[in-house]
């Protein structure tokens, strides 16, 4: 026969379910945030090793020859020229993107993605549909192709 369960043992275990909880939640949440990171670096880094590709295919002479300046030193050549600005346009991008998001949501008030939809539902005015006044795709197919048979 097994002991009767006391008030206090029940709560402890549903606390600790509760943390349990929380726990698998944040590191579900990491998970996602390392996988889409993952797969928005991995495809930043393919499309500029693709573009990087394709210039020095179409142009190799000039993708290794130095510029020369007004009193004939060298200067930085065309690649690296541009390896920097795009690096410095990546940085001002991602940097001022994130800067804009974190300034509306201070603005706003809010945490997460959740309390910002809940929030700009509340302050945008809400769109109404009428599902009878919508044209569906068929209608519109119909009326070009009657269009170009006259």
Do not use: Y
């Not at 179409?58 to 020369?68: G, N, V, Y």
Request: glycine letters at 8%; charged letters at 25%.
């Amino acid at each position: 026969m097994s002991a009767p369960m006391d008030k206090n043992n029940s709560s402890v275990s549903a606390e600790e379910h509760r943390n349990n909880t929380r726990q698998d939640e944040k590191f579900n949440t990491f998970k996602n945030i390392m996988f889409m990171s993952s797969v928005a670096g991995a495809a930043m880094v393919f499309g500029f090793g693709l573009t990087i590709a394709r210039v020095r295919k179409k142009d190799p002479a000039m993708f290794q020859t130095r510029l020369r300046g007004e009193s004939g030193e060298a200067l930085e050549s065309p690649s690296s020229l541009g390896l920097r600005a795009l690096g410095w346009g990546t940085f001002f991008a991602c940097s001022g993107f994130g800067i804009m998001t974190l300034g509306i949501c201070k603005i706003l008030g809010v945490k997460n993605v959740e309390e910002f939809k809940i929030k700009f539902q509340s302050v945008a005015p809400q769109i109404r549909r009428n599902p009878e006044d919508s044209t569906s795709f068929d209608e519109i197919t119909n009326e070009v192709l009657e269009k170009d048979k006259t």
